[in-house]
């Protein structure tokens, strides 16, 4: 129990905690919900059906529920990031920085197709 359960939904909570450091950390993160869901079904047809509840399913609960918040915490993180306000803020920051440099606004190169739209390193939200 301890080799086939505990050690492989550990290793999942891990990856799904490092998932938030990678590019498109949503994937992962739904991965690893779905296969512990899954490993949570067949367990539960494995065991035996008692009465009271045990370690494993507290476990199981924890893990599904941790890899759950970790989706809406990067869905909140994401949305925040690329709301309006904080988009033209950025906007208007580069602006004003070009302008006390004295350079052309139309000679910017720091966004993401070169129109002077969408600076690089706000993120889309990748679903």
């Known amino acids: 129990m301890f080799i086939t359960t505990f050690i492989p939904s550990s290793l999942q909570l891990l990856l799904e905690a490092s998932s938030d450091f990678t590019l498109n950390g949503i994937s992962p993160g739904i991965l690893s919900v779905l296969s512990l869901s899954s490993e949570c079904t067949s367990l539960a ?20 529920l941790f890899g759950f918040a970790s989706l809406v915490e990067y869905a909140v993180v994401q949305v925040m990031l690329n709301s309006p306000k ?16 004295g350079k052309s606004p139309a000679a910017r190169n720091n966004t993401v197709n070169g129109t ?4 690089l390193h706000v993120s889309t ?3």
């Open 45 to 64: 047809s494995e065991l035996p059906k008692v009465s009271y509840v045990k370690a494993i399913d507290i476990w199981l609960i924890a893990c599904l």
């Open 86 to 101: 904080r988009i033209e803020a950025e906007k208007a920051k580069i602006a004003s920085k070009e302008k006390a440099a």
């Open 116 to 119: 002077g739209g969408t600076p």
């Open 125 to 127: 939200l990748h679903v």
